[in-house]
T-cell receptor
Framework: KAGVTQTPRYLIKTRGQQVTLSCSPI?????VSWYQQTPGQGLQFLFE???????NKGNFPGRFSGRQFSNSRSEMNVSTLELGDSALYLC???????????FGSGTQLSVL | GQQLNQSPQSMFIQEGEDVSMNCTSS?????WLWYKQDPGEGPVLLIA?????ELTSNGRLTAQFGITRKDSFLNISASIPSDVGIYFC???????????FGTGTRLKVLA
């Protein structure tokens, strides 16, 4: 069974640009969660999607958004990038809410 | 955002030694997960715990769900160099569906 796949692995952007990250969950998993990881703040929850609906949201500004498609694949978008958005963005999938989370390798975003 | 207290923050140990770390919360949790993360990679699930008092092993790793449901412990026996990494706990509080993560324990093993 393939694991959680995130693309791209690395991204370099400049301030003010926008970026879209992609996540393909494990087959059969319908819940996809997104996390931001920085050395100072640890793992911070962004949002969670299930059956194309956002069910939980963390405390991030509206510049961070996401969506989930009918095949459970998910994307997150960050608009008007700021230097502080530089981080490792992790996607995790689970069969359902509250079940074990399985993480992808992440997308390392650098904002210059 | 909310994080769990995890200790120690970091530790250096000699190869062959046993390691213990823990995670504590002020809330009652229904599920505890333990992960290991290597630099630049995503966390890998090591052990999942679902009941107070539960003790579960995965090779040289053993984790326990605290009886108060507010803490969890991870032990690594006979550490080896490849145990190096950051270990995270994650808890799911009663009545919620959002995992909260610990601050991490950075483990360094001296050969």
């Amino acid at each position: 069974k393939a694991g959680v796949t995130q693309t791209p692995r690395y991204l370099i952007k400049t301030r003010g640009q926008q970026v879209t990250l992609s996540c393909s969950p494990i087959s059969g998993h319908r819940s996809v969660s997104w996390y931001q990881q920085t050395p100072g703040q640890g793992l911070q929850f962004l949002f969670e999607y299930f059956s194309e609906t956002q069910r939980n949201k963390g405390n991030f500004p509206g510049r961070f958004s996401g969506r989930q498609f009918s095949n459970s694949r998910s994307e997150m978008n960050v608009s008007t990038l700021e230097l502080g958005d530089s981080a490792l963005y992790l996607c995790a999938s689970s069969r359902d809410q509250g079940e074990k989370l399985f993480f992808g390798s992440g997308t390392q975003l650098s904002v210059l | 955002g909310q994080q769990l207290n995890q200790s120690p923050q970091s530790m250096f140990i000699q190869e062959g030694e046993d390691v213990s770390m823990n995670c504590t919360s002020s809330s009652i949790f229904n599920t505890w997960l333990w992960y290991k993360q290597d630099p630049g990679e995503g966390p890998v699930l090591l052990i999942a715990l679902y009941k107070a008092g539960e003790l579960t092993s995965n090779g040289r790793l053993t984790a326990q769900f605290g009886i108060t449901r507010k803490d969890s412990f991870l032990n690594i026996s006979a550490s080896i160099p490849s145990d190096v990494g950051i270990y995270f706990c994650a808890g799911l509080a009663s009545g919620t569906y959002k995992y909260i993560f610990g601050t991490g324990t950075r483990l360094k093993v001296l050969a």
